[in-house]
């Protein structure tokens, strides 16, 4: 009887070791899977659409925020930020749970978060030597790119009258929140905070693709060109654009243009929804029937 009641014991705990070995091999496989992410990008051949899986590690991924402000000289452009703010906060509280670095990068601002320790955390990051130089804007690279497919060179306004152009923003739209481990820049503060962190990937959001998003110093021209991975997040980003100027469409259609040159010449693009849930980003103003 002993005997038999020795062997249940060791048969019932072997299989209780192996439960419990089996319970934690799942659980870290879980929690591997949380920092994966799982993404579909579209990138364009000429005039060919093509969609490729894409997978991430989140602690090698940084997702930039660019030019969030809470107020633009246009009148337009600030009521499209107010609606995306909750959306890339969304996407940024995602991803910072997965273990990505979340980059705040609103432009001429930097003096209102000097005492802010994610301000703090960018500027402790060494400088690096690049073999390509780092550059404060990335102009068009005619070498590389057609000249842009719509026309901003009256600034982008579509108000009318268009707003009056100048400096309106102090600091990044209050609906983004800036969090504990998330850093603050404008510069290429980034690119060495990436280097340090050993970040490959990058996210890029915010506004807008025809100006900010391609040429400044943190975005994606400049990231590219420093052989980063990276992917646009179409559905939160939007243009400067006045439908009364070339090629004369809508102000969101134009916008689809411009993700298109960047697809075609710089970078694939995701939806935030593939990362965040829900469905893709899409403006009230836009009444476009769905594609």
């Not at 301000?119 to 690049?130: E, N």
């Not at 497919?149 to 929140?177: E, F, L, R, V, Y």
Request: with cysteine.
């Amino acid at each position: 009887m002993a005997g038999e009641t020795r062997r249940k014991f060791l048969t019932t705990g072997a299989a209780g070791v192996a439960g419990v070995w089996l319970a934690g091999r799942a659980s870290g496989q879980d929690a591997a899977a949380s920092k994966t992410l799982q993404l579909s990008a579209r990138r364009r051949e000429g005039e060919k659409v093509i969609t490729e899986p894409v997978t991430l590690d989140a602690p090698q991924t940084a997702l930039v925020i660019c030019d969030m402000w809470d107020k633009h000289w246009c009148k337009s452009a600030t009521r499209r930020v107010g609606e995306l703010g909750p959306h890339v906060n969304d996407l940024a509280n995602v991803l910072r749970a997965k273990g990505a670095q979340i980059i705040h990068c609103p432009s001429d601002t930097m003096s209102y978060y000097k005492d802010h320790p994610g301000r703090k955390l960018a500027q402790a990051a060494p400088k690096v030597q690049t073999d390509i130089p780092l550059q404060n804007w990335c102009n068009l690279q005619t070498d590389r790119e057609s000249r842009l497919p719509i026309d901003d060179s009256d600034g982008g306004c579509p108000d009318d009258p268009q707003c009056k152009q100048g400096k309106a923003w102090s600091h990044q739209i209050d609906s983004i929140q800036i969090k504990d481990g998330d850093a603050i820049t404008d510069s290429a503060e980034a690119f060495y905070l990436m280097k340090q962190r050993g970040i490959k990937n990058v996210l890029v959001c915010g506004v807008h693709e025809n100006m900010c998003v391609l040429g400044r110093p943190f975005s994606v021209r400049q990231m590219v060109r420093q052989r980063q991975n990276v992917l646009l997040v179409r559905d939160l980003t939007d243009t400067m654009y006045n439908p009364r100027m070339k090629p004369y469409v809508d102000h969101f259609t134009g916008t689809d243009l411009m993700t298109a040159h960047i697809e075609r010449y710089w970078c694939p693009s995701i939806t935030h929804d593939q990362v965040a849930g829900g469905k893709p980003f899409k403006f009230s103003e836009d009444e476009r029937s769905e594609p």
